[in-house]
């Protein structure tokens, strides 16, 4: 009844199905793999171009003619110390026991002013620095503005 081949084979169907499907699948990898060449290869411009930024900004080639800085002998105390709960306690005792010392001193106690005065001279150092001369906000000399002569004399206030 009906056509005696109407059917197609129904394992050459799946084959079929089967076969598009790798082909789909090669196709996904082509295109994956074509997307990370692509990728490296915008990488490695960046990296060249980063490089090349690198090259011009490198100063080390002036450095070597500029004069070497002497660094500070002795490093700041300040710039290490982590002030935490523990070492503020220790702190506060510190310089409790050293306020209580100085208030003690004999020193201190004829003449209080004095006694900060010659320690100051003795622990700071001595800076020689002229007096600079006072300049306008662009930089030239202040003028003395000159007043009208009608500024002079006595001047009464009619109303």
Known sequence: MGKPSSRPDSSSKADKKFDKKLQFYAKVRDTVSSLTAKKDITKKKKLRSRQKKLKVYDL??????LPELKAP????????????CK???QLILKEGKQLSAVLKHPAFQADPLAAIHQHLQSTQPVLDEKPKKKTTKNGGKKKKSKKSKSSFGPQSMDI
């Not at 080390?60 to 003619?65: N, R």
């Not at 002998?73 to 935490?84: R, W, Y």
């Open 60 to 65: 080390s080639a002036l450095s070597e003619l």
């Open 87 to 89: 070492s503020r306690q």
């Open 73 to 84: 002998k002795q490093p700041t105390p300040a710039t290490d110390f982590k002030l935490n």
